[in-house]
């Protein structure tokens, strides 16, 4: 990535005039822009949908898709400068499209041989890491709620950026957060005190046998 | 007018606006007077002090989750990059409905009862060739294409398709002599229906075979030796399985 930079800079600089002459759609400009953005920015909006969706595997397509969408959609960038909060809504959309899809289709477990073998170190690092009582707490709130309190908390959006990625008002977005952190507590509650009583019950059944 | 409110509701949204506040300074700082405020409050209400603790620590730990490093494949790049060759290919040509260049046999007078049916599977290139595919996308399934041609041998609707290029087509058809006939050919190119910029499929050699009825569907077998001829009726009754040499093994 780091060897085409200076070529990308040269495309980026020739994008403008590409623009007002013909308006055009540049699709060597926009598949170096797409480059770029990747090598800047896929790790982040990598994390995010992994955060989104605690699915790495999906979270690897949908960046894949994220990245495609930006290309074809290099025009709707207004202002170079807003790529990544522009990049985010994208992937933010994505995320969104899954999840909606995801409650109309009705997936049913695979009951026969699994093509592959034993998840990998990597994978149960990884589902290790979505499995705390935060985690679970994040997956239990609105999908928009988690993405807003994602965004701003571990993705670092400051409010118009915020705002710009999940596609809503200045002001929306601060009430979106400020839901977001009362379902947080609430949620995060909840798993607490569902986890106290597993234990509770678990030291009874103990003590019971013994 | 609005009539003012009763000392509970008062309080009640004194109550929701020290909890927005509360949230909102974890993001950004307040104008000093809503900050002020907000202190006071918090200061006489130990229900929305707890409220604003449990925003911040919820806050902290949202930030420890910083220090668990999520890694993207390595393979991310390959992949995407791949995926946006594939849209500026085909965003480069005119946008037109995939269809795949259809072996039409001559027309054979069979009468007006038997007509003419043909059922044609296509089967993933890597099945009948033994060859790798085309490799489209990490969630792409094989090609696989079925059409059927109704007594006037017109084709009936297909479905765009595109990815049934490079894959290699079987299919069953009445041949000259009135019996069925196994073709199999290898489609390179699908255009649009109508369309003169694809050649025709090259001539297929088919294999004589007798079957009572013309089959439902052909499929593959699973050791690539055999095409399976199913037979009988779509409501799942009175059908039988053919098994032939397959093309290849033939």
Redesign the interface.
């Given at each position: 990535?780091a060897g085409s930079f200076s070529v990308v800079l040269g495309a980026r600089a020739a994008r403008a005039d590409g623009r007002s002459m013909s308006g055009a759609?540049d699709?060597d400009t926009a598949?170096s822009f797409?480059?770029e953005l990747?090598g800047k920015h896929?790790?982040e909006i990598?994390?995010y949908l992994?955060?989104m969706l605690r699915d790495?595997e999906l979270a690897?397509?949908l960046?894949?898709?994220a990245?495609?969408k930006a290309?074809?959609n290099y025009e709707s960038l207004e202002k170079p400068e807003n790529a990544r909060a522009w990049l985010y809504q994208i992937a933010h959309r994505v995320a969104l499209d899954e999840l909606r899809r995801r409650k109309i289709v009705r997936f049913l477990p695979w009951s026969g041989e699994s093509r592959g073998a034993a998840p990998s170190a990597?994978h149960l690092a990884?589902d290790l890491?979505l499995s705390g009582d935060?985690?679970r707490a994040l997956a239990r709130i609105p999908e928009r709620q988690r993405a807003a309190?994602l965004l701003?908390?571990?993705h670092d959006l400051t409010?118009l950026e915020l705002a710009s990625a999940l596609g809503v008002s200045h002001v929306a977005a601060?009430a979106l957060?400020?839901r977001a952190?009362?379902s947080?507590?609430q949620a995060?509650?909840a798993e607490r005190e569902a986890e106290a009583a597993a234990e509770s019950s678990s030291t009874a059944t103990t003590g019971g046998d013994g | 007018m609005t009539p003012p409110l009763r000392l509970e509701e008062r309080g009640a949204v004194d109550h929701e606006r020290a909890r927005t506040l509360a949230s909102e300074r974890l993001h950004a700082s307040l104008p000093p007077h809503d900050a002020r405020w907000l202190d006071d409050h918090l200061a006489g209400c130990t229900a929305c002090r707890a409220v604003a603790e449990g925003y911040a620590s919820d806050r902290l730990e949202l930030e420890a989750l910083r220090r668990q490093p999520i890694e993207p494949p390595r393979d991310l790049w390959a992949r995407t990059s791949a995926a946006v060759e594939r849209e500026a290919a085909r965003s480069r040509g005119p946008r037109r409905a995939p269809f795949l260049r259809r072996h039409r046999p001559s027309p054979v007078p069979l009468g007006a009862a038997s007509g003419l049916l043909v059922v044609a599977v296509v089967i993933g290139a890597s099945l009948l060739s033994g060859q790798p595919g085309p490799s489209l996308s990490p969630r792409a399934t094989a090609p696989s294409v079925a059409m059927s041609f109704g007594p006037s041998g017109e084709a009936g609707p297909v479905d765009p398709t595109p990815l049934a290029v490079a894959a290699d087509v079987a299919w069953v058809s009445y041949g000259a002599n009135g019996k069925l006939e196994l073709n199999q050919a290898r489609v390179s190119e699908v255009c649009t229906e109508g369309s003169a910029e694809c050649a025709p499929i090259e001539a297929p050699s088919p294999g004589a075979i007798e079957l009572p009825e013309p089959p439902r569907t052909v499929v593959r077998s699973p050791d690539d030796e055999s095409l399976v001829l199913v037979e009988g009726d779509t409501d799942g009754t009175g059908g039988a399985l053919t098994v032939v040499p397959g093309p290849t093994a033939a």
């Amino acid at each position: 990535m780091a060897g085409s930079f200076s070529v990308v800079l040269g495309a980026r600089a020739a994008r403008a005039d590409g623009r007002s002459m013909s308006g055009a759609w540049d699709r060597d400009t926009a598949g170096s822009f797409v480059e770029e953005l990747f090598g800047k920015h896929h790790g982040e909006i990598y994390a995010y949908l992994v955060r989104m969706l605690r699915d790495p595997e999906l979270a690897a397509d949908l960046t894949q898709d994220a990245f495609v969408k930006a290309y074809r959609n290099y025009e709707s960038l207004e202002k170079p400068e807003n790529a990544r909060a522009w990049l985010y809504q994208i992937a933010h959309r994505v995320a969104l499209d899954e999840l909606r899809r995801r409650k109309i289709v009705r997936f049913l477990p695979w009951s026969g041989e699994s093509r592959g073998a034993a998840p990998s170190a990597e994978h149960l690092a990884m589902d290790l890491r979505l499995s705390g009582d935060l985690q679970r707490a994040l997956a239990r709130i609105p999908e928009r709620q988690r993405a807003a309190l994602l965004l701003a908390e571990l993705h670092d959006l400051t409010g118009l950026e915020l705002a710009s990625a999940l596609g809503v008002s200045h002001v929306a977005a601060r009430a979106l957060l400020t839901r977001a952190r009362e379902s947080l507590r609430q949620a995060l509650a909840a798993e607490r005190e569902a986890e106290a009583a597993a234990e509770s019950s678990s030291t009874a059944t103990t003590g019971g046998d013994g | 007018m609005t009539p003012p409110l009763r000392l509970e509701e008062r309080g009640a949204v004194d109550h929701e606006r020290a909890r927005t506040l509360a949230s909102e300074r974890l993001h950004a700082s307040l104008p000093p007077h809503d900050a002020r405020w907000l202190d006071d409050h918090l200061a006489g209400c130990t229900a929305c002090r707890a409220v604003a603790e449990g925003y911040a620590s919820d806050r902290l730990e949202l930030e420890a989750l910083r220090r668990q490093p999520i890694e993207p494949p390595r393979d991310l790049w390959a992949r995407t990059s791949a995926a946006v060759e594939r849209e500026a290919a085909r965003s480069r040509g005119p946008r037109r409905a995939p269809f795949l260049r259809r072996h039409r046999p001559s027309p054979v007078p069979l009468g007006a009862a038997s007509g003419l049916l043909v059922v044609a599977v296509v089967i993933g290139a890597s099945l009948l060739s033994g060859q790798p595919g085309p490799s489209l996308s990490p969630r792409a399934t094989a090609p696989s294409v079925a059409m059927s041609f109704g007594p006037s041998g017109e084709a009936g609707p297909v479905d765009p398709t595109p990815l049934a290029v490079a894959a290699d087509v079987a299919w069953v058809s009445y041949g000259a002599n009135g019996k069925l006939e196994l073709n199999q050919a290898r489609v390179s190119e699908v255009c649009t229906e109508g369309s003169a910029e694809c050649a025709p499929i090259e001539a297929p050699s088919p294999g004589a075979i007798e079957l009572p009825e013309p089959p439902r569907t052909v499929v593959r077998s699973p050791d690539d030796e055999s095409l399976v001829l199913v037979e009988g009726d779509t409501d799942g009754t009175g059908g039988a399985l053919t098994v032939v040499p397959g093309p290849t093994a033939a």
